[in-house]
């Protein structure tokens, strides 16, 4: 499988992964603390053939990804479930960890954000669907995240992640209904 976008990746042994899974070139970042050169990098990168940002499912992963859509906002980007981020021995969470099957699926999923989306799901539609505030809001969240592939997210940004992947609402409705289904079996 060829990649023509360049993916944008945290570290060296996320590379490896992503060249065990399919041929593509990325940027590392080396970490949460993004350089401007590397911004500068990805902006050219986005202009000759696109990017697709592919960071780990944890804090610092999602704090990269805010800092290049602050200075880079048409990039795709493609989520990893943390389920497939964790190794089978030691600690740890990350791409790198990541089975070659799971990556390709992230990428070919890959979605641009729209900066200036319509709200066609409000935040009172989250809560009443239980997936702001209540027992069961996170573990609905992170698996509403996993079917629309948007990645796991608290309740704010779930909400924004929804318009800037331009979630329809019928999109969302037969999320919600395979995650309360799940829930009752």
Same mark, same amino acid.
């Given at each position: 499988?060829? =990649?023509?976008? $360049?993916?944008? #990746?945290?570290?060296?042994? %996320?590379?490896?992964? =992503? @060249?065990?899974?399919? *041929?593509?070139?990325? +940027?590392?970042? *080396?970490?949460?603390?993004v350089s401007m050169e590397t911004i500068e990098k990805i902006k /050219?990168? @986005?202009? #000759?053939?696109?990017? =697709?940002? /592919?960071?780990?499912? %944890?804090?610092?992963?999602?704090? +990269?990804? &805010?800092? =290049?859509?602050? !200075?880079?906002? %048409?990039? &795709? !980007?493609?989520? +990893?479930?943390? &389920? !497939?981020? $964790?190794?089978?021995?030691?600690?740890? /969470?990350?791409?790198? !960890?990541?089975?070659?099957?799971?990556? @390709?699926?992230?990428? &070919? %999923?890959?979605q641009a954000m729209e900066a200036y989306a319509p709200e066609w799901i409000s935040k009172d539609d989250l809560i009443d669907a239980g997936l702001i505030g209540g027992p069961k809001a996170k573990v609905r969240r992170m698996r509403i995240g996993e079917l629309l592939k948007i990645g796991y997210t608290n309740g704010k940004q779930l909400h924004k992640r929804l318009m800037m992947f331009q979630i329809s609402k019928e999109e969302f409705v037969e999320a919600l209904k395979s995650v309360l289904q799940e829930e009752q079996d």
């Open positions: 499988m060829k =990649i023509k976008e $360049i993916i944008v #990746v945290e570290g060296k042994d %996320d590379t490896r992964a =992503i @060249q065990r899974a399919v *041929n593509a070139d990325t +940027i590392e970042t *080396n970490g949460s603390a /050219l990168a @986005q202009k #000759v053939r696109g990017v =697709i940002v /592919l960071t780990d499912p %944890d804090f610092p992963g999602e704090k +990269i990804r &805010k800092f =290049i859509v602050e !200075h880079v906002p %048409d990039c &795709k !980007h493609a989520f +990893i479930d943390k &389920k !497939h981020a $964790i190794p089978a021995y030691g600690r740890g /969470l990350g791409v790198e !960890h990541a089975p070659p099957s799971v990556i @390709q699926e992230a990428l &070919k %999923d890959a």
